[in-house]
C-alpha cells in the first residue's frame, strides 16, 4: 500500500547504482511510491529505509528464457528465481507451450509435452485456449512477472498431431486462428523449436505465416534453430532463422545461442560474425545464452528427425539400423556417453547415472542403450548434455547483443517441483555471471552484465517501463553485493541457492529480505499489446 502525505514506501540509500543502461555506475538513492520508482538522487523520508552502502543497486533482472510454463502453476514463490535476483520471466519457449490443446487430443499432448523432456508436476489442465492458460496463470498470482510466448510446435500439434510433413492450406489456416488467439490473449510473440516434433517438418513458409500474425500485434520471433551443430549446418539455421524474420517483418531472437558439438566447437567467432552481418543490414536479431557447457533436454534429441515416437514399433530392421546409426552419430558429436547423465526419468530408475554406467548394467552399447530407453519410457526422458567449450561461451557471452537467459525452471527444492535431477542454471544462471564472469574472470563489466540481464532484453521483449532504474520506472529492483555474488548450485548438488542477492522488490514489493522470500507475491502477467508494449491484467 502506498503511503500517504508524500511520505514514499522504500528509500533505498548508497547504493552503487548500475541503471541497466550501460552507463557507468553512480551513488544515488531510490525512491519507491507503489509500483513505480518516484526519485533518483535526492530521496525524501519513507516508510521503509533500507542502507544499500556497497552493495550494487540495480533493475530486476529478466530471464527471457525460461521454462516454467507449468512450474509457476504449481509453486508460483519461484524460490529459484527470485533469489538471483530474477523479477521476470519470459516462458513458452523452443516451441513447447502448454496452450493451445487441441480438442479431444489432451492425452496425446500430454505424452507429447512429456516426450520432450519437460514434467507435469501433477498439474491436470483445464484450459484449451492460450487466453484460458493464461487466466490460470494470472489467478495463480506468481510473485515474479511472466510474459508468455506461443509454441509453433504446441499449435502444430493441435492442428495436426506429429504428422511428419507440410502442412495443408486448410492447416495453415488452422494454425493462424490458433496463433491470433494466443496474440490477442497477450502473449508476446512466437516459440519455435525446430531441433524438436513436430516443429521441424515445418518449412520456412509455415514459419512466416505465423509471424505474419505476430507482426500485427508486434510480437517478436523466438527460435530454438534447426541446428546448433549436432545435427547439421549451424550457419545455415542461422541463416534460415533470419530469413523467416525478415520475410515477416518482426525482430528474431536467437535462443540459448551456442556450439553444441564438437563439430563446431571454436567457431563460434563465425556465426557471431553472421549474425553481426545480418545486424549491419537493419535485421533485429538478438540472442541469449545461458553460462553453462551442458544443455537440458530429451532423450528423442537423439532419434533422426524423420521418425515419430508412434513409428518405431512398425519399422523395418533396416530402419531401426538407420536410427541406431544416427544415434551413434549424434552420441559421438556430443561427445561421448559419458557426457550424458540422465536428470528426470520413470520412477527415478536412471536419475543422477551417466549413459556409459547405464549402458553397462544393461550390457548394451551406448547407442543400443538409448534406443531402448526411449522405446521402454516412450521417451520420457530427459537428459543433460555436456556438449560446449568454455571459449565459445565466453567469446559469445562477450556479444553485445547476447543476453543472459536460464533455458531453466522456477523450481524449489522440495514439493511438488521437486522432480528429478535440476540443472544447476535454473538456481544459478544470473549470480554466476555477476560472480564467475564478471568478478573472477572479468569477461564483462558488471555494467554489461547487467545491461544484459535488465534493459537490453526489456527494449528486446517489449516490456514497457521495466529495465532500467529511472524515475517513473516500475519498481523491480535488486539490491546484491558486487564482492560476494555467486552461484553454489553444481551438477552435483543443483538445488543450491546463490549468495550475495540480499533484496528483491518486485513492482515495488519486496519479495526477498535479507536473502530470503517474505512470501509475498506481487508479480503480474504481462500481456502484449499491438502498441510495441506491455499492458498488465
Given at each position: 500500500?502506498?503511503?500517504?502525505?508524500?511520505?514514499?514506501?522504500?528509500?533505498?540509500?548508497?547504493?552503487?547504482?548500475?541503471?541497466?543502461?550501460?552507463?557507468?555506475?553512480?551513488?544515488?538513492?531510490?525512491?519507491?511510491?507503489?509500483?513505480?520508482?518516484?526519485?533518483?538522487?535526492?530521496?525524501?523520508?519513507?516508510?521503509?529505509?533500507?542502507?544499500?552502502?556497497?552493495?550494487?543497486?540495480?533493475?530486476?533482472?529478466?530471464?527471457?528464457?525460461?521454462?516454467?510454463?507449468?512450474?509457476?502453476?504449481?509453486?508460483?514463490?519461484?524460490?529459484?528465481?527470485?533469489?538471483?535476483?530474477?523479477?521476470?520471466?519470459?516462458?513458452?519457449?523452443?516451441?513447447?507451450?502448454?496452450?493451445?490443446?487441441?480438442?479431444?487430443?489432451?492425452?496425446?499432448?500430454?505424452?507429447?509435452?512429456?516426450?520432450?523432456?519437460?514434467?507435469?508436476?501433477?498439474?491436470?489442465?483445464?484450459?484449451?485456449?492460450?487466453?484460458?492458460?493464461?487466466?490460470?496463470?494470472?489467478?495463480?498470482?506468481?510473485?515474479?512477472?511472466?510474459?508468455?510466448?506461443?509454441?509453433?510446435?504446441?499449435?502444430?500439434?493441435?492442428?495436426?498431431?506429429?504428422?511428419?510433413?507440410?502442412?495443408?492450406?486448410?492447416?495453415?489456416?488452422?494454425?493462424?486462428?490458433?496463433?491470433?488467439?494466443?496474440?490477442?490473449?497477450?502473449?508476446?510473440?512466437?516459440?519455435?523449436?525446430?531441433?524438436y516434433t513436430p516443429s521441424c517438418y515445418a518449412d520456412e513458409a509455415e514459419l512466416v505465416r505465423l509471424c505474419d500474425v505476430v507482426r500485427k500485434y508486434g510480437g517478436v520471433y523466438a527460435t530454438h534453430m534447426r541446428s546448433e551443430g549436432d545435427n547439421g549446418d549451424w550457419e545455415a539455421a542461422i541463416v534460415e532463422a533470419v530469413s523467416v524474420a525478415r520475410a515477416a517483418r518482426v525482430p528474431l531472437q536467437i535462443s540459448h545461442l551456442k556450439a553444441l558439438s564438437k563439430n563446431v566447437w571454436n567457431t563460434s567467432g563465425r556465426a557471431l560474425g553472421l549474425i553481426e552481418g545480418f545486424r549491419s543490414q537493419g535485421i533485429e536479431v538478438s540472442s541469449d545464452q545461458y553460462p553453462y557447457d551442458a544443455a537440458h533436454t530429451g532423450l528423442t534429441v537423439f532419434l533422426p528427425q524423420w521418425v515419430t515416437l508412434a513409428d518405431i514399433p512398425a519399422l523395418s530392421e533396416e530402419k531401426r539400423g538407420e536410427i541406431i546409426a544416427n544415434i551413434r552419430r549424434v552420441l559421438d558429436v556430443r561427445g561421448g556417453p559419458e557426457r550424458i547423465v540422465v536428470v528426470s526419468s520413470p520412477e527415478g530408475r536412471f536419475d543422477g547415472e551417466d549413459i556409459?554406467?547405464?549402458?553397462?548394467?544393461?550390457?548394451?552399447?551406448?547407442?543400443?542403450?538409448?534406443?531402448?530407453?526411449?522405446?521402454?519410457?516412450?521417451?520420457?526422458?530427459?537428459?543433460?548434455?555436456?556438449?560446449?567449450?568454455?571459449?565459445?561461451?565466453?567469446?559469445?557471452?562477450?556479444?553485445?547483443?547476447?543476453?543472459?537467459?536460464?533455458?531453466?525452471?522456477?523450481?524449489?527444492?522440495?514439493?511438488?517441483?521437486?522432480?528429478?535431477?535440476?540443472?544447476?542454471?535454473?538456481?544459478?544462471?544470473?549470480?554466476?555471471?555477476?560472480?564467475?564472469?564478471?568478478?573472477?574472470?572479468?569477461?564483462?563489466?558488471?555494467?554489461?552484465?547487467?545491461?544484459?540481464?535488465?534493459?537490453?532484453?526489456?527494449?528486446?521483449?517489449?516490456?514497457?517501463?521495466r529495465g532500467s532504474i529511472a524515475v517513473g520506472a516500475l519498481a523491480d529492483v535488486v539490491v546484491f553485493d558486487p564482492q560476494t555474488v555467486i552461484d553454489r548450485s553444481t551438477f552435483s548438488s543443483p538445488t543450491e541457492y546463490p549468495l550475495g542477492v540480499e533484496q528483491v522488490f518486485v513492482n515495488g514489493v519486496r519479495v526477498i529480505r535479507d536473502s530470503t522470500p517474505t512470501g509475498t507475491r506481487a508479480g503480474v502477467l504481462l500481456r502484449h499489446g499491438p502498441g510495441n508494449g506491455t499492458r498488465t491484467g
Open positions: 500500500m502506498s503511503s500517504q502525505n508524500g511520505t514514499l514506501d522504500v528509500a533505498i540509500r548508497n547504493g552503487h547504482v548500475i541503471d541497466g543502461t550501460g552507463r557507468a555506475r553512480y551513488r544515488a538513492d531510490i525512491g519507491i511510491r507503489g509500483d513505480r520508482i518516484v526519485q533518483v538522487g535526492a530521496v525524501g523520508a519513507a516508510t521503509l529505509e533500507l542502507d544499500a552502502s556497497n552493495r550494487v543497486v540495480s533493475p530486476g533482472f529478466i530471464d527471457v528464457h525460461s521454462h516454467s510454463d507449468l512450474t509457476l502453476l504449481v509453486e508460483p514463490g519461484a524460490s529459484s528465481k527470485i533469489r538471483q535476483g530474477v523479477t521476470t520471466e519470459v516462458v513458452g519457449n523452443c516451441g513447447f507451450t502448454v496452450a493451445p490443446i487441441g480438442k479431444d487430443r489432451l492425452g496425446a499432448f500430454k505424452k507429447f509435452w512429456s516426450s520432450s523432456g519437460s514434467e507435469w508436476y501433477g498439474v491436470e489442465p483445464t484450459w484449451e485456449t492460450m487466453g484460458g492458460y493464461m487466466r490460470v496463470l494470472e489467478a495463480r498470482e506468481p510473485v515474479l512477472n511472466v510474459s508468455v510466448l506461443a509454441g509453433h510446435g504446441t499449435i502444430r500439434f493441435a492442428v495436426m498431431g506429429d504428422a511428419p510433413r507440410r502442412a495443408s492450406e486448410a492447416e495453415l489456416a488452422e494454425m493462424e486462428e490458433l496463433m491470433e488467439e494466443s496474440m490477442a490473449s497477450g502473449v508476446c510473440g512466437l516459440s519455435s523449436g525446430l531441433r556409459a554406467v547405464i549402458s553397462r548394467s544393461l550390457d548394451l552399447t551406448p547407442e543400443e542403450c538409448i534406443f531402448k530407453l526411449i522405446l521402454d519410457y516412450h521417451g520420457e526422458i530427459s537428459i543433460i548434455s555436456r556438449s560446449m567449450q568454455e571459449e565459445d561461451i565466453q567469446r559469445i557471452m562477450k556479444a553485445e547483443y547476447v543476453m543472459v537467459a536460464s533455458d531453466g525452471y522456477s523450481l524449489s527444492p522440495s514439493g511438488p517441483v521437486a522432480v528429478g535431477v535440476a540443472h544447476p542454471r535454473s538456481y544459478g544462471t544470473f549470480p554466476r555471471v555477476l560472480g564467475l564472469y564478471v568478478r573472477e574472470r572479468g569477461i564483462l563489466t558488471l555494467e554489461d552484465a547487467v545491461r544484459k540481464m535488465t534493459f537490453l532484453p526489456a527494449q528486446k521483449f517489449r516490456l514497457a517501463g
